[in-house]
Protein backbone atom coordinates (compact mmCIF):
# COMPACT_ATOMS: atom_id res chain seq x y z
CA UNK A 1 0.00 0.00 0.00
CA UNK A 2 1.07 3.64 -0.54
CA UNK A 3 2.09 5.95 1.63
CA UNK A 4 3.29 9.25 0.26
CA UNK A 5 5.71 10.45 3.05
CA UNK A 6 3.40 12.84 5.38
CA UNK A 7 2.98 16.22 3.89
CA UNK A 8 1.90 18.49 6.55
CA UNK A 9 -0.86 21.75 4.63
CA UNK A 10 -1.40 24.05 7.10
CA UNK A 11 -5.13 25.30 6.84
CA UNK A 12 -4.24 27.86 9.49
CA UNK A 13 -0.94 29.70 9.82
CA UNK A 14 0.26 30.64 13.30
CA UNK A 15 2.05 33.89 12.20
CA UNK A 16 4.37 33.62 15.57
CA UNK A 17 5.97 30.69 13.69
CA UNK A 18 9.15 30.59 12.05
CA UNK A 19 9.50 27.13 11.20
CA UNK A 20 8.32 27.04 7.63
CA UNK A 21 5.55 24.28 7.63
CA UNK A 22 6.02 24.38 3.70
CA UNK A 23 9.96 23.08 3.51
CA UNK A 24 9.89 21.32 6.46
CA UNK A 25 7.00 18.73 5.20
CA UNK A 26 7.11 18.96 1.12
CA UNK A 27 9.41 15.49 0.57
CA UNK A 28 7.58 12.56 -0.37
CA UNK A 29 8.13 9.50 1.29
CA UNK A 30 10.65 11.31 3.42
CA UNK A 31 9.45 11.41 7.28
CA UNK A 32 8.22 15.02 7.99
CA UNK A 33 11.57 15.67 8.96
CA UNK A 34 11.18 18.54 12.32
CA UNK A 35 14.77 19.28 12.72
CA UNK A 36 13.91 23.02 12.03
CA UNK A 37 10.83 22.76 14.34
CA UNK A 38 10.89 26.70 16.29
CA UNK A 39 12.50 25.46 19.83
CA UNK A 40 10.73 28.90 21.09
CA UNK A 41 7.78 26.76 21.17
CA UNK A 42 8.88 24.69 23.60
CA UNK A 43 8.45 27.23 25.93
CA UNK A 44 4.44 27.86 25.08
CA UNK A 45 3.60 24.33 26.89
CA UNK A 46 0.76 25.23 29.26
CA UNK A 47 0.34 29.32 28.05
CA UNK A 48 -3.57 28.30 27.16
CA UNK A 49 -6.16 30.31 29.31
CA UNK A 50 -6.94 27.50 31.11
CA UNK A 51 -6.93 27.06 35.49
CA UNK A 52 -4.41 24.58 35.47
CA UNK A 53 -5.01 22.95 38.95
CA UNK A 54 -9.05 23.01 37.76
CA UNK A 55 -8.48 21.27 35.18
CA UNK A 56 -10.76 17.76 35.37
CA UNK A 57 -11.30 14.67 32.73
CA UNK A 58 -13.77 16.51 30.71
CA UNK A 59 -13.27 17.12 27.10
CA UNK A 60 -11.83 20.50 26.53
CA UNK A 61 -11.57 21.89 22.96
CA UNK A 62 -7.72 22.69 21.54
CA UNK A 63 -6.72 24.35 18.54
CA UNK A 64 -6.70 22.00 15.92
CA UNK A 65 -6.22 17.89 14.73
CA UNK A 66 -4.25 16.16 12.79
CA UNK A 67 -5.84 14.39 9.42
CA UNK A 68 -4.69 12.27 7.09
CA UNK A 69 -7.43 10.36 4.01
CA UNK A 70 -6.70 6.94 2.63
CA UNK A 71 -8.12 6.62 -0.55
CA UNK A 72 -7.21 4.91 -4.22
CA UNK A 73 -5.19 2.66 -2.20
CA UNK A 74 -2.47 5.54 -0.20
CA UNK A 75 -2.23 7.94 2.55
CA UNK A 76 -3.13 11.25 1.43
CA UNK A 77 -1.81 14.38 2.77
CA UNK A 78 -1.18 15.32 6.61
CA UNK A 79 -3.96 18.42 7.64
CA UNK A 80 -4.39 20.34 10.04
CA UNK A 81 -7.89 21.07 11.16
CA UNK A 82 -9.43 24.10 13.38
CA UNK A 83 -13.18 23.11 12.81
CA UNK A 84 -13.56 20.09 15.19
CA UNK A 85 -16.09 18.24 13.14
CA UNK A 86 -15.96 16.40 10.02
CA UNK A 87 -17.97 15.57 7.24
CA UNK A 88 -18.70 11.60 6.92
CA UNK A 89 -20.64 9.98 4.02
CA UNK A 90 -23.63 8.51 5.38
CA UNK A 91 -23.01 4.77 4.37
CA UNK A 92 -19.75 5.36 5.79
CA UNK A 93 -18.82 1.67 7.26
CA UNK A 94 -17.71 3.10 10.59
CA UNK A 95 -20.91 4.20 11.40
CA UNK A 96 -23.04 1.10 10.28
CA UNK A 97 -20.77 -1.83 10.91
CA UNK A 98 -18.26 -0.34 13.84
CA UNK A 99 -15.52 -0.46 11.40
CA UNK A 100 -13.30 1.51 13.42
CA UNK A 101 -10.26 1.67 15.41
CA UNK A 102 -8.26 4.08 18.40
CA UNK A 103 -5.61 4.36 20.57
CA UNK A 104 -4.91 6.48 23.61
CA UNK A 105 -1.48 7.57 24.88
CA UNK A 106 -0.07 10.81 26.86
CA UNK A 107 2.36 13.37 26.28
CA UNK A 108 3.70 15.18 29.97
CA UNK A 109 5.62 18.36 30.11
CA UNK A 110 8.41 17.34 31.92
CA UNK A 111 10.71 18.79 34.49
CA UNK A 112 13.12 20.50 32.14
CA UNK A 113 10.08 22.25 30.20
CA UNK A 114 10.08 19.82 27.50
CA UNK A 115 6.70 18.10 26.53
CA UNK A 116 7.46 14.11 25.80
CA UNK A 117 5.12 11.23 24.54
CA UNK A 118 5.04 8.08 26.47
CA UNK A 119 5.77 4.84 24.43
CA UNK A 120 4.09 6.24 21.12
CA UNK A 121 5.84 3.54 19.45
CA UNK A 122 3.77 0.75 21.04
CA UNK A 123 0.62 2.62 20.64
CA UNK A 124 1.67 2.50 16.78
CA UNK A 125 2.00 -1.10 16.86
CA UNK A 126 -1.47 -2.04 18.70
CA UNK A 127 -3.14 -0.17 16.67
CA UNK A 128 -1.86 -1.89 13.47
CA UNK A 129 -2.73 -5.17 15.11
CA UNK A 130 -6.61 -3.64 15.24
CA UNK A 131 -6.29 -2.23 11.67
CA UNK A 132 -5.31 -5.77 10.55
CA UNK A 133 -8.12 -7.57 12.54
CA UNK A 134 -10.44 -4.69 10.79
CA UNK A 135 -9.36 -5.11 7.48
CA UNK A 136 -8.10 -1.41 7.66
CA UNK A 137 -5.03 -0.31 5.57
CA UNK A 138 -2.02 0.07 7.64
CA UNK A 139 -0.79 3.03 9.57
CA UNK A 140 2.63 3.02 9.33
CA UNK A 141 4.80 3.63 12.76
CA UNK A 142 6.49 6.67 11.67
CA UNK A 143 3.38 8.18 10.27
CA UNK A 144 1.69 7.09 13.60
CA UNK A 145 4.12 8.83 15.49
CA UNK A 146 5.25 11.88 13.84
CA UNK A 147 1.28 12.40 13.60
CA UNK A 148 1.03 12.43 17.27
CA UNK A 149 4.14 14.60 17.65
CA UNK A 150 2.63 17.38 15.25
CA UNK A 151 -0.83 16.88 17.00
CA UNK A 152 0.64 18.03 20.35
CA UNK A 153 3.30 20.75 18.77
CA UNK A 154 0.31 22.42 17.00
CA UNK A 155 -1.52 22.35 20.55
CA UNK A 156 1.90 22.79 22.67
CA UNK A 157 0.05 25.52 24.86
CA UNK A 158 -2.62 22.97 25.82
CA UNK A 159 0.40 20.90 27.16
CA UNK A 160 -0.55 21.13 31.42
CA UNK A 161 2.85 22.92 33.04
CA UNK A 162 5.22 20.31 35.20
CA UNK A 163 4.11 20.52 38.46
CA UNK A 164 0.43 20.12 38.02
CA UNK A 165 0.29 16.69 37.42
CA UNK A 166 -2.12 16.89 34.12
CA UNK A 167 -1.23 15.98 30.77
CA UNK A 168 -2.20 15.95 27.66
CA UNK A 169 -4.11 12.78 26.71
CA UNK A 170 -3.61 12.27 22.47
CA UNK A 171 -6.20 9.95 21.06
CA UNK A 172 -5.17 9.00 17.36
CA UNK A 173 -9.00 7.45 15.78
CA UNK A 174 -9.33 5.66 12.66
CA UNK A 175 -12.68 4.60 10.76
CA UNK A 176 -13.72 3.36 7.31
CA UNK A 177 -15.45 6.55 5.61
CA UNK A 178 -16.19 5.22 2.95
CA UNK A 179 -20.26 4.39 1.59
CA UNK A 180 -20.52 0.28 1.47
CA UNK A 181 -24.41 -0.83 1.83
CA UNK A 182 -23.14 -4.89 2.29
CA UNK A 183 -21.11 -6.02 5.02
CA UNK A 184 -17.28 -5.53 3.13
CA UNK A 185 -14.51 -3.45 4.04
CA UNK A 186 -14.68 0.45 3.28
CA UNK A 187 -12.64 1.65 0.40
CA UNK A 188 -11.70 4.87 2.25
CA UNK A 189 -10.18 5.56 5.38
CA UNK A 190 -10.01 8.74 7.29
CA UNK A 191 -7.03 8.43 10.27
CA UNK A 192 -7.55 11.84 12.68
CA UNK A 193 -5.41 12.74 16.10
CA UNK A 194 -7.04 14.61 18.53
CA UNK A 195 -5.59 16.19 21.59
CA UNK A 196 -7.30 17.60 25.08
CA UNK A 197 -5.69 18.61 28.08
CA UNK A 198 -6.76 16.11 31.34
CA UNK A 199 -5.74 16.83 35.10
CA UNK A 200 -3.85 14.70 37.74
CA UNK A 201 -6.66 12.19 38.91
CA UNK A 202 -4.60 11.66 42.06
CA UNK A 203 -3.70 15.06 43.23
CA UNK A 204 -4.05 13.33 47.13
CA UNK A 205 -2.35 9.95 46.59
CA UNK A 206 -3.72 6.71 44.87
CA UNK A 207 -7.44 5.91 46.36
CA UNK A 208 -8.57 2.68 46.24
CA UNK A 209 -12.06 1.35 44.86
CA UNK A 210 -14.43 -1.02 45.31
CA UNK A 211 -14.86 -2.99 41.77
CA UNK A 212 -18.03 -5.06 40.43
CA UNK A 213 -17.91 -7.96 39.10
CA UNK A 214 -19.98 -8.43 35.83
CA UNK A 215 -21.90 -11.54 35.67
CA UNK A 216 -24.90 -10.96 33.59
CA UNK A 217 -22.48 -9.39 30.59
CA UNK A 218 -19.54 -10.12 28.36
CA UNK A 219 -16.74 -7.66 27.17
CA UNK A 220 -15.37 -9.34 24.36
CA UNK A 221 -15.93 -13.55 22.77
CA UNK A 222 -12.82 -15.79 23.64
CA UNK A 223 -11.98 -15.44 19.70
CA UNK A 224 -13.39 -12.20 19.27
CA UNK A 225 -12.34 -8.73 19.20
CA UNK A 226 -11.32 -8.33 22.87
CA UNK A 227 -7.49 -8.63 22.29
CA UNK A 228 -7.86 -5.16 19.59
CA UNK A 229 -8.74 -1.75 20.50
CA UNK A 230 -11.86 -1.08 18.64
CA UNK A 231 -14.37 0.99 19.41
CA UNK A 232 -17.24 -2.61 19.15
CA UNK A 233 -15.11 -2.94 22.48
CA UNK A 234 -16.63 -0.31 24.12
CA UNK A 235 -19.70 -0.31 22.82
CA UNK A 236 -20.35 -3.65 24.85
CA UNK A 237 -19.21 -2.43 27.74
CA UNK A 238 -21.59 0.69 27.53
CA UNK A 239 -24.64 -0.83 29.24
CA UNK A 240 -22.69 -3.31 32.06
CA UNK A 241 -20.56 -0.15 32.83
CA UNK A 242 -23.99 2.32 33.36
CA UNK A 243 -25.29 -0.45 35.78
CA UNK A 244 -22.45 -0.81 37.45
CA UNK A 245 -21.44 3.02 38.12
CA UNK A 246 -25.77 3.25 38.72
CA UNK A 247 -24.30 0.90 41.76
CA UNK A 248 -21.92 3.04 43.20
CA UNK A 249 -19.41 1.23 41.94
CA UNK A 250 -16.37 2.93 39.28
CA UNK A 251 -15.19 -0.03 37.63
CA UNK A 252 -16.24 -3.53 36.53
CA UNK A 253 -14.45 -6.69 35.96
CA UNK A 254 -15.17 -9.12 33.71
CA UNK A 255 -14.84 -13.16 33.53
CA UNK A 256 -14.00 -15.76 31.05
CA UNK A 257 -17.28 -15.63 29.12
CA UNK A 258 -17.14 -19.36 28.54
CA UNK A 259 -16.78 -20.46 31.64
CA UNK A 260 -17.12 -17.69 34.15
CA UNK A 261 -13.98 -19.15 36.19
CA UNK A 262 -11.27 -16.58 35.24
CA UNK A 263 -10.34 -13.16 35.12
CA UNK A 264 -10.23 -11.22 32.31
CA UNK A 265 -9.80 -7.50 32.71
CA UNK A 266 -11.77 -4.47 33.46
CA UNK A 267 -14.07 -2.95 31.57
CA UNK A 268 -11.32 -1.06 30.17
CA UNK A 269 -8.32 -1.50 32.08
CA UNK A 270 -6.20 -4.61 33.23
CA UNK A 271 -6.37 -6.52 35.81
CA UNK A 272 -2.93 -6.98 37.79
CA UNK A 273 -1.83 -8.46 41.40
CA UNK A 274 1.28 -8.70 43.33
CA UNK A 275 1.63 -11.99 45.53
CA UNK A 276 4.57 -12.49 47.21
CA UNK A 277 7.17 -11.62 45.12
CA UNK A 278 5.24 -12.53 42.28
CA UNK A 279 3.25 -9.71 39.77
CA UNK A 280 0.25 -11.68 38.13
CA UNK A 281 -1.63 -10.54 34.99
CA UNK A 282 -4.42 -13.02 33.06
CA UNK A 283 -3.25 -14.61 29.75
CA UNK A 284 -6.28 -14.62 28.14
CA UNK A 285 -6.27 -14.24 24.36
CA UNK A 286 -9.17 -12.17 24.68
CA UNK A 287 -7.58 -9.52 26.95
CA UNK A 288 -6.54 -5.92 25.10
CA UNK A 289 -3.08 -5.37 26.08
CA UNK A 290 -2.26 -2.61 27.73
CA UNK A 291 1.01 -1.05 27.56
CA UNK A 292 0.46 0.51 31.15
CA UNK A 293 0.62 -3.56 32.06
CA UNK A 294 3.84 -3.75 30.14
CA UNK A 295 5.46 -0.81 31.58
CA UNK A 296 4.27 -2.26 35.23
CA UNK A 297 5.81 -5.63 34.39
CA UNK A 298 8.94 -4.46 32.88
CA UNK A 299 9.83 -2.41 35.91
CA UNK A 300 7.91 -4.98 38.23
CA UNK A 301 11.22 -7.18 37.39
CA UNK A 302 13.57 -4.77 37.64
CA UNK A 303 12.52 -4.59 41.74
CA UNK A 304 13.33 -8.26 41.66
CA UNK A 305 9.59 -9.77 41.37
CA UNK A 306 8.62 -12.83 38.74
CA UNK A 307 6.41 -11.80 36.43
CA UNK A 308 3.60 -14.20 35.61
CA UNK A 309 0.98 -13.95 33.00
CA UNK A 310 -1.11 -17.19 32.89
CA UNK A 311 -4.96 -17.76 34.09
CA UNK A 312 -5.94 -16.55 37.60
CA UNK A 313 -9.36 -17.80 39.04
CA UNK A 314 -12.22 -15.48 40.76
CA UNK A 315 -11.29 -17.38 43.85
CA UNK A 316 -7.58 -16.28 44.26
CA UNK A 317 -8.13 -13.05 44.09
CA UNK A 318 -9.02 -13.17 47.97
CA UNK A 319 -5.24 -14.56 48.72
CA UNK A 320 -3.30 -11.58 46.68
CA UNK A 321 -1.39 -8.96 48.44
CA UNK A 322 -2.42 -6.31 46.45
CA UNK A 323 -4.74 -5.78 43.32
CA UNK A 324 -4.64 -2.66 41.28
CA UNK A 325 -6.09 -1.95 37.38
CA UNK A 326 -3.92 -0.42 35.32
CA UNK A 327 -4.24 1.77 31.99
CA UNK A 328 -3.06 5.42 30.22
CA UNK A 329 -5.90 7.14 32.08
CA UNK A 330 -4.45 6.65 35.97
CA UNK A 331 -1.33 4.50 35.20
CA UNK A 332 -2.45 2.39 38.54
CA UNK A 333 -6.13 2.32 40.37
CA UNK A 334 -6.02 -0.20 43.51
CA UNK A 335 -8.63 -2.23 44.17
CA UNK A 336 -9.40 -2.98 47.79
CA UNK A 337 -12.57 -4.39 47.69
CA UNK A 338 -14.75 -6.56 45.11
CA UNK A 339 -18.48 -7.07 44.79
CA UNK A 340 -19.29 -10.83 43.31
CA UNK A 341 -22.91 -12.36 43.50
CA UNK A 342 -23.87 -9.59 46.13
CA UNK A 343 -20.88 -10.92 48.63
CA UNK A 344 -18.48 -7.93 49.53
CA UNK A 345 -14.44 -9.20 49.30
CA UNK A 346 -11.97 -7.75 51.00
CA UNK A 347 -8.84 -7.21 49.17
CA UNK A 348 -5.20 -7.06 49.93
CA UNK A 349 -3.16 -7.02 53.09
CA UNK A 350 -3.02 -3.08 53.48
CA UNK A 351 -6.55 -2.34 55.01
CA UNK A 352 -8.01 -0.16 52.17
CA UNK A 353 -5.16 1.47 51.52
CA UNK A 354 -2.46 1.44 48.70
CA UNK A 355 -0.12 -1.32 48.94
CA UNK A 356 3.82 -0.41 49.50
CA UNK A 357 4.80 -1.94 45.88
CA UNK A 358 1.92 -0.76 43.91
CA UNK A 359 2.35 3.06 45.26
CA UNK A 360 6.00 2.33 44.36
CA UNK A 361 5.71 1.37 40.78
CA UNK A 362 3.29 4.10 40.37
CA UNK A 363 5.91 6.75 41.14
CA UNK A 364 8.36 5.14 39.25
CA UNK A 365 6.51 5.17 36.15
CA UNK A 366 5.19 9.17 36.88
CA UNK A 367 8.73 10.06 37.38
CA UNK A 368 9.43 9.12 33.90
CA UNK A 369 6.92 10.48 32.58
CA UNK A 370 7.60 14.05 33.84
CA UNK A 371 11.37 13.38 32.99
CA UNK A 372 12.38 13.36 36.97
CA UNK A 373 14.81 10.58 36.42
CA UNK A 374 16.66 9.48 33.58
CA UNK A 375 14.52 7.56 31.05
CA UNK A 376 16.75 4.28 30.87
CA UNK A 377 14.36 2.46 28.36
CA UNK A 378 13.17 4.86 25.24
CA UNK A 379 9.93 5.36 26.55
CA UNK A 380 9.78 9.21 26.15
CA UNK A 381 9.27 11.17 22.57
CA UNK A 382 10.46 14.54 22.61
CA UNK A 383 7.34 16.04 20.34
CA UNK A 384 10.26 18.83 19.09
CA UNK A 385 12.59 15.93 17.83
C1 LIG B 1 -6.86 0.74 26.16
C2 LIG B 1 -7.33 -0.37 27.00
C3 LIG B 1 -6.64 -0.79 28.15
C4 LIG B 1 -5.43 -0.07 28.69
O1 LIG B 1 -4.35 0.00 27.81
P1 LIG B 1 -3.20 1.08 28.03
O2 LIG B 1 -2.35 0.95 26.83
O3 LIG B 1 -2.49 0.72 29.28
O4 LIG B 1 -3.88 2.40 28.14
C5 LIG B 1 -7.11 -1.89 28.83
N1 LIG B 1 -8.23 -2.54 28.43
C6 LIG B 1 -8.94 -2.15 27.35
C7 LIG B 1 -10.16 -2.91 26.98
C8 LIG B 1 -8.50 -1.06 26.60
O5 LIG B 1 -9.21 -0.69 25.54
Not at 28 to 53: M, P, Y
Not at 263 to 282: C, H, M, Q, R, W
Amino acid sequence: MGFVGLNVLTTRRDPGRTSGSGSRCRRSSVVCSVSNVDSALVSKAGKADLKWDELGFAYVNTKCFVKCVYKDGQWGEMTIETDPYVKVHIGATALHYGQSCFEGMKAFTGKDGKVRLFRVDENAKRLQTSTERMVMPEVPSNMFIEACKLAVRENIEYAPPYGFGGSLYVRPLMFGSGARVGLQPADEYTFVVLVTPVGDYYKGGLSPVTAFVQTKYDRAAPQGIGNVKVGANYAADILPFQICKSKGYPINLYLHPKTGKTVEEFGTSNFIALKGDSYVTPDSPSVLPSITNKTLMHLASEMGMQVERRPVTVEEIADFDEVAACGTAVVITPVTRLVHNDEVIKLGNYDDQVGPRFNELYQNVRAIQNAEVEDRYGWTFDVME
